[in-house]
């Protein structure tokens, strides 16, 4: 298994609250990504990065900041927590683009009330 | 754009019943496809891929074949156990692409 961690596993905020969620590797890998997995809607794009303090945007990245300082670490920040935000997320890493495949964190599941 | 259409599901089957996932893509470029497995509380594994042309994807007694001329992906078993019950997830990304774009997912359910 890659070497992926997620960190908290579960998390439970209020409203409005600021939450980052972290992301970490020991694979080495160039790239690394935030996702975010709701019913009905597979896994959808936050943001990603392509090395050390370049990141870009996905396709639902309102309201989420990241950061990675590191090479290993990856986070991702809820600035304002709101309810449309509890999702499970997933973080995923990969050596390249196009045919390299993505290796999936264990998820962070949280809800926010 | 990139997009991924795969069966809705869910889907129930008897164990050693054939299962068929249907997945269709639009791609601009000439993208890899893939297919992830989620099982309960995990994150997602690459089941298989393929990246050109009538190349067959195998693993774990799952197949799938690319086929450009009805730009499908569709997955197979011949015959399924109790522990293939997990949710399937058929996704793409172009040859120069960050970007996975996956499709909603199946959940299939296993019943001994």
């Known amino acids: 298994d890659a070497g992926i961690t997620q960190s908290p596993r579960h998390k439970v905020t209020e409203t409005g609250t600021p939450v980052t969620l972290r992301c970490h590797q020991t694979e080495n890998h160039r790239y690394m990504y935030w996702y975010r997995q709701d019913p009905g809607h597979g896994l959808r794009l936050i943001h990603y990065s392509y090395g050390v303090k370049d990141t870009d945007k996905g396709e639902v990245s309102d309201g989420y900041s990241v950061s990675r300082s590191k090479t290993e670490d990856f986070l991702l920040t809820l600035e304002s927590a709101t309810s449309s935000q509890t999702s499970v997320y997933f973080c995923a890493i990969s050596e390249g683009q196009g045919f390299h495949e993505q290796y999936f964190g264990p998820g962070t599941r949280l809800t926010v009330t | 754009g990139n997009s991924v259409t795969q069966m809705e599901g869910p889907v129930t089957l008897s164990e050693e019943a054939f299962l068929t996932i249907n997945c269709t893509y639009t791609?601009?470029?000439?993208?890899?496809l893939f297919w992830y497995v989620q099982y309960p509380g995990e994150g997602l594994q690459l089941l298989l891929k393929?990246?050109?042309?009538?190349d067959k994807g195998s693993n774990k007694g799952f197949e799938a074949t690319y086929r450009k001329e009805t730009t499908s992906f569709h997955l197979e078993k011949g015959s399924v156990q109790v522990s293939d019950s997990a949710v399937y997830f058929c996704?793409?990304?172009?040859?120069?692409?960050?970007?996975?774009?996956f499709g909603a997912g199946t959940t299939v359910t296993v019943r001994a």
């Open positions: 996704a793409l990304r172009d040859l120069n692409d960050y970007k996975l774009s």
């Open positions: 393929a990246t050109k042309a009538d």
């Open positions: 791609a601009t470029g000439y993208p890899s």
